[in-house]
Nanobody, 116 residues
């Protein structure tokens, strides 16, 4: 079993920045990819950013140029740097790990609120 623990959420003003962290209980290179998803009230969960085992990244159009996904292999941690935050970025952010054998793993989520 793998645990994913998110942290770094909070309340920030529009235009501000936050960095989310996702610490995995195992070596993150066992996964095909890791990603950040978000879910706003009344909306479906959506992919925000992902990074493959080989380091290829992809982003939702709505966050391109503002968010950056990265990883620290020695810490088994994936990050999401969020800059120029907007009220529409408000959501619960979830870490996801795509296991090559088992069903994907999910973290418990961390709340991000962008408001003045």
């Amino acid at each position: 079993q793998v645990q994913l623990m998110e942290s770094g959420g909070g309340l920030v003003q529009p235009g501000g920045s936050l960095r989310l962290s996702c610490a995995a209980s195992r070596n993150i290179f066992i996964f095909n990819s890791m990603a950040w998803y978000r879910q706003a009230p009344g909306k479906e969960r959506e992919l925000v950013a992902g990074i493959t085992r080989g380091g290829i990244t992809n982003y939702a159009d709505s966050v391109k140029g503002r968010f950056t996904i990265s990883r620290a292999s020695a810490k088994n941690t994936v990050y999401l740097q969020m800059n120029s935050l907007k009220p529409e970025d408000t959501a619960v952010y979830y870490c996801n790990a795509d296991d090559p054998i088992q069903s994907p793993y999910w973290g418990q989520g961390t709340q991000v609120t962008v408001s003045s």
